[in-house]
């Protein structure tokens, strides 16, 4: 037994836990190289706490997995501990007991993640079968805990039915969650099937539902995992209802000494309701470290998740600056210590290298590089219409044929003619020149990319569905093309990057960008030039931005 347990945790080859495919891009399995990776944060930052204390060689502290999948956070956790104790716990039979029925905690977000994780950890799918490695649980689950539980719908519809013995009965339809905000159309489904209604955050209380689950009232030490991304409610992508933000939220109140989720990165400056969650982690000086990977297949092999990943470590008895660090093809930039808010803004500075540059812009513009607030008719996003700038969706199709004073509609697909008549918004922008760019930019999130779509110029009579945003009005097509040529910079879209958290362009990403005098022609050297940016910093500009070449479309 001796031997088979001292080699249950040694390096396997292959490991099966990095050859698993993932459920779903919303259920993502964390390869084992990249856990070990937080785990060594975790290490580091604890021992920088606790006056060097090795974090595995403690046999009281207690770690949660609150989302586990396959169980590699807690997997890995064992094989630390297992070494770290085996001066206090001699035995080995004794010391893997030990950190399996006390220090070591999940819960499974679906039955079969569940049974995952208890075959990566217990090396059984029960706890207390006969090959469990445990020796000390009287239930299959071990500390591994999951149950099928119910949302609770709120909102709908409510209507008159009949239950099974043929009484009359409601019944809720078309609600949503109240806790996480899941379609209940989508989500509330027959007996056996999986409903997504993950533990964690479905608790009014949930350290009291925690000392249930296991129990026993826990305190736990470290919380660590990655939690579902979105919610199944049928949207896609950046249009998906985000989740892992309530994880977050949950795990911040079981008040863990040290906490860390590896999560998508949209939150530093977007997100579909995320604005609460960003203000709330920007302003939280417990984030002491954040891990940055801009291309997610850095960290997720074959798996693109918009605007990238990161994980962080919250630290709940030593707030202070963040150590900020980005990472590239495997490569990890220079860390860099500061604050995760820049005075003025409103989303979290990506890039350390843009700091430096943004600062110089701002105090050329507004005199003050402290600040990144520019004042109202300095911003070029005031140029920048909303959605649908003419009121018209994108599957809107204009006629074929053009009739007597229609005008001009830039649709998807082409070309269409539409009535005056039937505009109703941006009645102002009819008649003048303007430039259309597409609503939508790259979809790519390796480097150098052109950021957005290549702009056009949009002349009095033209209009567009929501396929394009429109900037404008200009006085003249001149000052429009000298706009385009603003637009087509470097440094015009390096500062839209900054604000750009996906494959959308809305008025938002232009927060940066301050407007020029557009009597004048612009380029990157005129630029240069006027905010004083060195070589260097153009080079990583350049390594950012792809050269836009314009057209006379």
């Known amino acids: 037994m001796e031997r088979n347990l001292a080699t249950t945790y040694a390096s396997h080859n292959p490991d099966v836990l990095t050859c698993i495919a993932n459920l779903s891009n919303d259920e993502v399995f964390t390869p084992p190289e990249f856990a070990n990776k937080m785990l060594d944060s975790l290490s580091a930052s604890w021992a920088s706490a606790n006056n060097g204390e090795d974090l595995w060689k403690n046999s009281s502290l207690t770690f949660l997995d609150p989302c586990t999948k396959s169980g590699v956070f807690l997997r890995e956790i064992v094989k630390r501990l297992s070494n770290g104790l085996s001066d206090e716990i001699p035995d080995i039979n004794n010391r893997i007991n030990h950190i399996l029925t006390n220090q070591i905690f999940g819960l499974g977000i679906t039955k079969l993640t569940s049974l995952l994780a208890r075959r990566s950890i217990y090396c059984s799918k029960r706890a207390n079968g006969e090959h469990s490695i445990a020796t000390s649980f009287n239930n299959d689950s071990g500390n591994i805990w999951f149950e099928t539980l119910e949302h609770t719908w709120i909102g709908g519809e409510i209507l008159e039915t009949s239950d099974a013995s043929g009484s009359l009965a409601e019944k809720r339809i078309n609600g949503k ?203 070029f996003q005031t140029l920048v219409s909303s959605r649908k700038p003419f009121g018209l969706p994108t599957n809107f199709q204009g006629s074929a044929k053009k009739g007597s004073g229609d005008l001009t509609l830039f649709q998807n697909g082409g070309v269409g003619y539409i009535s005056r008549d039937k505009i109703e918004k941006g009645i102002d922008l009819i008649d003048s020149w303007k430039v259309f760019i597409p609503a939508l930019g790259s979809g790519s999130d390796s480097f150098p990319h052109p950021i957005l779509g290549r702009p056009f110029i949009g002349e009095p009579g033209q209009v567009s569905t929501e396929t394009y945003l429109a900037i404008g009005p200009f006085k003249n097509e001149n000052h429009s093309k000298n706009a385009m040529s603003y637009i087509a910079t470097r440094i015009f879209r390096f500062l839209v990057l900054q604000h750009k958290p996906s494959q959308h362009a809305t008025r938002g990403v232009y927060a940066f960008v301050p407007v020029q005098n557009f009597a004048e022609e612009w380029d990157d050297e005129k630029l240069r030039s006027k905010y004083g940016i060195t070589e260097d910093e153009m080079d990583f500009i350049e390594k950012m931005i792809r050269p836009m070449e314009l057209t006379n479309e």
Not at 282 to 290: A, E, G, K, P, T
Not at 316 to 324: T, Y
């Open 177 to 379: 969650c109240s806790f996480c905000g899941a379609s209940q159309k989508l989500l509330d489904r027959e007996d056996g099937l999986e409903t997504h209604a993950y533990s964690l955050i479905h608790s009014q209380n949930i350290q009291s539902q925690l000392a249930e689950y296991f129990g026993v009232e826990m305190q736990f030490d470290v919380v660590i995992g990655n939690p579902p991304y979105q919610l199944d409610d049928g949207g896609y992508g950046a249009a998906a209802s985000p989740i892992y933000n309530k994880f977050v939220e949950q795990a911040k109140l079981l008040n863990p000494r040290f906490l860390s989720m590896v999560i998508p990165a949209r939150w530093f400056s977007g997100g579909k309701g995320l604005d609460d969650f960003r203000s709330d982690m920007l302003h939280d000086d417990r984030i002491r470290v954040i891990e940055d990977f801009p291309d997610s297949n850095d960290v997720f092999p074959g798996t693109q998740i918009k605007g990238g990943v990161c994980y962080f470590l919250w630290e709940k008895d030593n707030p202070g600056l963040c150590q900020v660090t980005t990472h590239d093809k495997g490569i990890a930039g220079q860390p860099v210590v500061r604050d995760l808010l820049e005075p003025g803004a409103d989303v979290f500075i990506r890039y350390n290298e843009a700091l430096p540059i943004i600062k110089k812009i701002m105090n050329v513009e507004i005199g003050n590089e402290e600040t990144f607030q520019l004042a109202p008719e300095k911003r």
